[in-house]
């Protein structure tokens, strides 16, 4: 009996530490889908907007420019930055992560900011904010799956 009571105790005690992982294991997949948006970013600024969201889409992702169709598949998410003007910058930041339970799909949201010419050759700076859904890989890693954003006026404004 005291053999079984203690197997009951080991029991309860592991299917509480079972229990308690999947909310420590989400706040550690927040935690790496924050991270991992920031490098993204980072990634924009040293090898170029278009590379950096082609270097971090999932095979299928799709985005969701505004005023046009939606776009998918990598070949053609390059595409859309071919004509991304030359010193022009594209720079955002996460401000929220959620991870389903599964922990296999997330999303991030954020705001990003925009700096290029104007039509008049003076510097115009663009504010919005997006939402990326990411999927993880097998690897471990996160790929958006899903991009949109939307011009907003200056944050504070």
């Known amino acids: 009996m005291k053999g079984l ?3 009951i105790a080991a029991l309860a005690v592991c299917g509480g530490a079972l229990a308690a992982a999947p909310g420590a294991d989400l706040k550690m997949e927040k935690a790496a889908l ?3 948006d920031v490098e993204f ?3 924009a600024q040293r090898i170029g907007v278009g590379e950096a ?3 971090y889409a999932d095979p299928d992702a799709t985005m969701l420019p505004a005023g046009q169709n939606a776009v998918t598949g990598r ?6 930055f071919a004509d991304f003007p030359r010193g022009a910058t594209l720079a955002w930041k996460p401000f929220r992560a959620e991870v389903a339970r599964s922990g296999d799909l997330g999303y991030t949201l954020g705001t990003y900011e925009s700096r290029g010419s104007g039509p008049d050759g003076k510097p115009v ?3 919005g904010k997006y939402c990326s859904v990411w999927k993880k890989q097998p690897d471990g890693s996160w790929k958006w799956v899903v991009d949109v954003g939307t011009p907003s006026p200056e944050p504070g404004k």
């Open 34 to 36: 924050i991270r991992t």
């Open 53 to 55: 969201f082609v270097l």
């Open 5 to 7: 009571a203690g197997m």
């Open 75 to 80: 070949d053609r998410i390059r595409g859309q």
């Open 125 to 127: 700076t663009r504010y």
């Open 41 to 43: 970013s980072e990634a």
